[in-house]
């Protein structure tokens, strides 16, 4: 992995609430957000993040964008991260 294996996401600002899921997610895919977005108009933030799921980004080219499918455990504990790019 390097500072090229970038991915963008957005996740619901309600989603965000919750920083215990959130430090989850990040851990269990082993991201590290490089940047944050709020999108008022759309009520959720928009992440682009280096971690190791996502491919090798050369310089010049969009950051692809996925999709994070977060299920959790009584909404305390997550049990599975699925993580889909977006045609």
Do not use: C, H, W
């Not at 965000?16 to 709020?38: C, D, G, H, T």
């Not at 980004?57 to 299920?71: A, D, F, N, Q, S």
């Not at 997550?78 to 977006?86: A, D, N, P």
Request: hydrophobic share 40%; charged share 30%; proline share 7%.
């Amino acid at each position: 992995m390097n500072n090229r294996n970038l991915g963008r996401f957005s996740l619901p600002r309600g989603d965000v609430n919750n920083p215990e899921i959130l430090a989850q997610v990040f851990s269990i895919l082993k991201i590290v957000p490089v940047r944050i977005e709020m999108l008022f108009t759309e009520d959720k933030l928009e992440y682009t993040a280096i971690g190791e799921r996502f491919p090798e980004v050369p310089r010049g080219r969009m950051i692809p964008e996925y999709e994070l499918i977060v299920t959790t455990q009584a909404g305390k504990y997550v049990e599975l991260v699925e993580v889909k790019e977006k045609t």
